[in-house]
């Protein structure tokens, strides 16, 4: 997909999906490194890895063993495309899971925006590394195509209907689910205004027809044979960047209102040179949110 091709895809629909951007070795390595670090921090299951992932982790570029998975050319060439090729900005915010198991739930991930969905552009997108074939497997990613906002219906929808004078805001905006058909070596890219849920499943006879995730937790309650399994455990490499700007920081705001988020990447060492360096020459800007936090 060329650039233009991706920079469409991506702000018609939410998403853009970029085919094999990782080859068989980083995959195999990627995995191992992911297993053997988590289970190493839970002690074999003594502890919850969605309770002190956050806490007792670093950030991707922290490891060696994973820093290529954002530091790669044809990934950062594809972020940029949709930046109309301006300056965009990684601050620390990255995880890894591994066979995390999760209620589905519809949500989207911004903070604080405070901007009309259908006028503007957010300007913070999130990629999903997903390590395992969920083109014919279940739990990877649905997303709800050309989907703005999740805002429920109450009093604070209606302010903004009347302050914006927007009713497009009335409008359902999860009509359009789709289970990513994500292969190993593929990187998904979704805004943080688009809705979606992780651990999808797909039917096995239908495996094109994507449920809404309240369904799915319905059915895999009660007739979970319909459902096709996982392939393998689950791995998943996350990481969020944007362009300079108000909702760039507020969203970092955000994240330092939140201890357990600001002291991983407080503790994370993508700030030394090196990386700082290799991450500059490939394009990503590198930003230190202690230096900023009191002009935000």
């Not at 972020?79 to 066979?99: A, H, L, M, T």
Request: proline residues 3%; positive net charge.
């Amino acid at each position: 997909m060329d650039k233009d091709k991706i920079k469409n895809y991506f702000w018609k629909n939410g998403y853009v999906v970029l085919r094999n951007i990782y080859n068989e070795e980083q995959i195999q390595r990627y995995r191992k490194f992911i297993k053997r670090n988590i289970e190493e921090l839970v002690g074999e299951g003594q502890k919850s890895w969605k309770d002190i992932e956050i806490k007792e982790n670093k950030d991707v570029l922290s490891y060696p063993e994973l820093r290529d998975s954002i530091l790669n050319k044809k990934l950062l060439d594809g972020i940029k495309s949709i930046f109309d090729d301006e300056d965009f900005y990684y601050w620390g915010y990255s995880s890894f899971r591994y066979n995390e198991k999760s209620y589905r739930s519809t949500h989207n991930d911004v903070k604080n925006d405070s901007e009309n969905p259908f006028k503007t552009h957010y300007p913070l997108l999130r990629i999903g590394i997903y390590l395992q074939d969920h083109k014919n497997f279940s739990n990877g990613l649905k997303v709800f195509r050309e989907s703005r906002h999740s805002f429920k219906y109450g009093r604070t929808l209606l302010k903004k209907i009347i302050k914006e004078k927007e009713l497009r805001y009335l409008f359902p905006q999860r009509t359009k689910p789709i289970n990513v058909d994500t292969m190993p070596g593929d990187v998904v890219i979704w805004n943080l205004r688009t809705c979606h849920s992780g651990n999808a499943l797909r039917l096995k006879y239908l495996k094109n027809i994507s449920l809404q995730p309240w369904a799915e937790n319905f059915l895999q309650k009660y007739f979970p044979s319909i459902f096709l399994t996982t392939e393998k455990e689950r791995a998943v490499i996350f990481s969020t960047f944007g362009k300079m700007g108000t909702p760039l920081k507020n969203f970092i705001k955000d994240n330092i209102n939140h201890p357990e988020i600001f002291n991983s990447i407080k503790n994370s060492n993508f700030l030394e040179q090196n990386i700082v360096s290799e991450s500059e020459k490939l394009g990503l800007k590198i930003l230190d949110i202690e230096k900023i936090k009191n002009d935000i």
